[in-house]
């Protein structure tokens, strides 16, 4: 492992000014790792999705292991290498990754511990509250954007580390997150980007760096951070030992990346200030870009740099939708195909017959009341069949993500018709219950689940040299529908949201009640 990156310059790449270049994209979701193999014309020639677990161990606390990153980015990419057409090379490996973790490496560059809190892990609400003893909250959020829950970001989960986890502590020489250090794994170069490091809880969105007066105040030695390079920058290239792993050529060009949101951004046409785009998957948001900062300290809109120098990623969010609705299948549908549930959902009228379900079974952000929100279902009669309960987790994922849509609108000028992207896009019922519910006319493009690769892709693209700019993902959307909102519906989807509204201000009191109780969270 390197301090600091010695790959090729950004635009130095091999494919420079070839329209047959091709980029192996590798996007580090929640749940696995999708490869795809793209080119320079924005066609997908191959895709392979390898699955990873999230571990639970106790209540708010969500953990992955390291080693099953790796295993699935080498499996997802040696299936999809293996299945391109004869004579098709790889010119350039770019990534995206899932924000917020907290992955402490040895001197070696590998993980001290072989488990590693994801971005939905709070356990470090003690450490965020101890930080904000000392340092205004509102001045924090300013600086950062950092919109998420405070416990969830690297900078308290770092703290909590050093105060938890000593012996730990005292052997990491870097604190990273997955995107980066599987990077490392295929060049040997240890780099962040500033749409990654901008999660971190340290990082100031207006002098686009590492804060040093945020990191003294979280107690983190600014040297343990990687250092920062722009999205499309080369970092290395491929090691003989990860070519062979991955089934490409050793020298092959690896780009820094970018964080999830900003690759989504990038795939969604998210590339001029306006434009909006909701993506629909296992958390869902609505998310524009932006010229400057979307900053407001009472619903926090959380704000990532865009892989687009001078460019932001302002949203609003949902942590658990699709897996809200994966879960609800599991239990009262074990073995249906998510599919399946939703067209038995469609059996049940809209409101569900009373049935109504808030959705936040991961906690919640603060727009829907913070770490401390959980899942509930109500209105349950013995009348209730499992289409009713099923409508209800569908209804009740559309009902939050109006919430943040209406404040999103409020807080900046947006595009009118709205993007829909991910694997929540692709069902028609869902879709007509999204359009009646958030009110806007919703468009769907053939890049649907694609958008996040598409965005990767691009990074890759651009650095390598065979794009200019950032236009040819956008020139990628085709347009394969639009869903207009059904006047009568929406009236109905009204009174909808009038009992979210109520049901989510009572859980509010409950929650702080459960949370007044030490018997009820676990360490």
């Known amino acids: 492992m390197t301090g600091t990156p010695t790959g090729t310059p950004a635009g130095t790449g091999r494919a420079t000014g070839t329209g047959a270049a091709t980029v192996l994209a590798l996007d580090l979701g929640t749940g696995g790792c999708k490869a795809s193999l793209w080119t320079a014309q924005g066609a997908c020639l191959a895709e392979a999705v390898a699955e990873y677990p999230t571990h639970h161990p106790a209540a708010g606390r969500n953990e992955q292991r390291p080693a099953d990153w790796w295993r699935a980015v080498v499996t997802a990419a040696r299936e999809v290498t293996a299945r391109r057409p004869a004579g098709t090379g790889v010119d350039g490996v770019s990534l995206s990754g899932h924000s917020l973790g907290t992955l402490l490496l040895d001197r070696h560059g590998e993980p001290v511990e072989p488990v590693t809190p994801i971005w939905s892990d709070a356990r470090a609400g003690a450490e965020a509250a101890a930080f904000f003893a000392r340092f205004p909250e509102r001045d924090w959020y300013e600086r950062t954007g950092n919109g998420f829950p405070p416990a969830l970001y690297p900078l308290f989960k770092a703290a909590w580390y050093r105060a938890h986890r000593p012996e730990s502590w005292a052997r990491a020489r870097v604190v990273t997150g997955c995107k980066d250090w599987i990077n490392l794994r295929l060049t040997g170069e240890l780099a962040t980007d500033h749409t990654y490091a901008s999660g971190s809880g340290a990082y100031d969105l207006t002098a686009r760096g590492f804060d040093p007066e945020l990191l003294a105040a979280g107690g983190l030695d600014p040297a343990l951070l990687p250092p920062l390079r722009e999205a499309t920058d080369v970092v290395g290239t491929l090691t003989r030992e990860a070519a062979d792993a991955l089934g490409l050529t050793a020298g092959t060009p690896v780009l820094a990346g970018a964080v999830d949101n900003a690759c989504m951004a990038l795939g969604s046409r998210g590339t001029a200030p306006g434009r909006i785009f909701a993506a629909l998957g296992s958390s869902s948001w ?238």
């Open 286 to 523: 609505i998310t524009v870009t932006t010229a400057a900062p979307v900053l407001d300290f009472a619903s926090r809109p959380y704000v990532f740099a865009h892989a687009v120098p001078g460019l932001f990623v302002s949203a609003l969010s949902t942590f658990s939708s699709g897996s809200s609705i994966e879960w609800l299948r599991d239990l009262i549908a074990p073995g249906m195909s998510v599919g399946a549930f939703v067209d038995e959902a469609g059996t049940a009228p809209a409101l569900a017959r009373g049935v109504l379900m808030l959705p936040m079974l991961s906690g919640g952000t603060p727009l829907e009341g913070g770490p401390a929100a959980r899942g509930v279902l109500c209105g349950l009669d013995l009348a209730h069949g499992r289409a009713d309960v099923a409508r209800a987790g569908l209804e009740g994922v559309a009902y939050a993500l109006r919430r943040s849509l209406d404040e999103m609108r409020r807080l900046t000028p947006c595009e009118e018709e709205l993007l829909i992207t991910g694997g929540g896009s692709r069902h028609p019922l869902w879709n007509r219950i999204y359009a009646d519910v958030l009110g806007v006319p919703l468009l769907r493009t053939g890049v649907e689940r694609q958008a996040a690769a598409l965005g990767t892709a691009a990074i890759g693209f651009v650095g390598i040299g065979a794009w200019r700019d950032f236009a040819p993902a956008d020139a990628a959307h085709a347009v394969t529908g639009r869903h207009l909102p059904e006047p009568a519906a929406a009236a109905a989807y009204a009174t909808g949201r009038r009992r979210f509204e109520a049901a989510l201000a009572a859980h509010a009191a409950l929650a702080a009640e459960r949370d007044s109780d030490p018997g009820t969270t676990g360490p």
